[in-house]
């Protein structure tokens, strides 16, 4: 059965310093994984998913097959990145779209 | 891109009353949404899963009578929650399953419901 890790609830580091949010899963297949990113009082929105292995706000994040894990890093944390972090992917389905199945997130403090 | 227009954001409402909460897919045409609960400090619950043109989909646990589910239209989702009780208090949030360039699934801003 599908299932994400998000091991800590909740993270503070010191503006500058490295960051990183882990993430593991379970899943039968190959998986696509999400983080998405909830500002204060903003809707969730997309932070990055694997497949595009793109660099978003200076965050990236690898898949590691081996470990099953997929955390997110940014080597320099700003305040701005304050926020709930989640780490998704998508169900097995039944035919059609798939809906998300979410990790518990991580709230990430950056103190200034 | 893509934008999920949920309303309301926030409801207060007395126990055994009924509350619609809607989201409209902006620029585009969603076919599908799914809805998630959110409580406090905990991950997001898929609920169910809407269908334009046939019924929804509700996840196991998720009681059908009481969180009605319609999909009258390719761009407007709504959730009823009829007969509120206060641990019906919760955050509803609605998602369009990705369509645009960048693969993201779309949200809406979620509604704080609070039955008192």
């Avoid at chain 1, 690898?62 to 972090?85: R, V």
């Avoid at chain 2, 761009?75 to 009829?82: E, F, G, I, K, Y």
Wanted: include cysteine; proline fraction near 6%; charged fraction near 20%.
């Amino acid at each position: 059965a599908q299932r994400v890790t998000q091991p800590e609830k909740l993270l503070s580091v010191f503006k500058g310093a490295p960051v990183e949010l882990k993430c593991n899963y379970s899943y039968s297949g190959s998986p696509e994984l999400f983080w998405y990113v909830q500002y204060s009082r903003q809707r969730l929105q997309l932070l990055l998913r694997h497949i595009s292995r793109e660099s978003i706000k200076g965050f990236t994040a690898d898949l590691n097959k081996g470990e099953t894990s997929f955390h997110l890093k940014k080597p320099f944390a700003q305040e701005e990145d304050s926020a709930m972090y989640y780490c998704a992917l998508p169900a097995v389905p039944p035919p059609g779209a798939n809906n998300l199945f979410f990790g518990t997130g991580t709230r990430l403090t950056v103190i200034p | 891109g893509a934008v999920v227009s949920q309303h309301p954001s926030r409801v207060i409402c007395k126990s055994g009353t009924s509350v619609k909460i809607e989201c409209r897919s902006l620029d585009f045409q969603a076919t599908t949404m799914f809805w998630y609960r959110q409580f406090p400090k905990q991950s997001l619950m898929l609920m169910a899963t809407s269908n334009e043109g046939s019924k929804a989909t509700y996840e196991q646990g998720v009681e059908k009578d009481k969180f009605l589910i319609n999909h009258a239209s390719l761009t407007l989702s709504t959730l009823t929650v009829t007969s509120a009780h206060p641990e019906d208090s919760s955050f509803y949030i609605c998602s369009a399953p990705p369509g645009g360039l960048n693969g993201g699934y779309t949200f809406g801003s979620g509604t704080r419901l609070t039955v008192v």
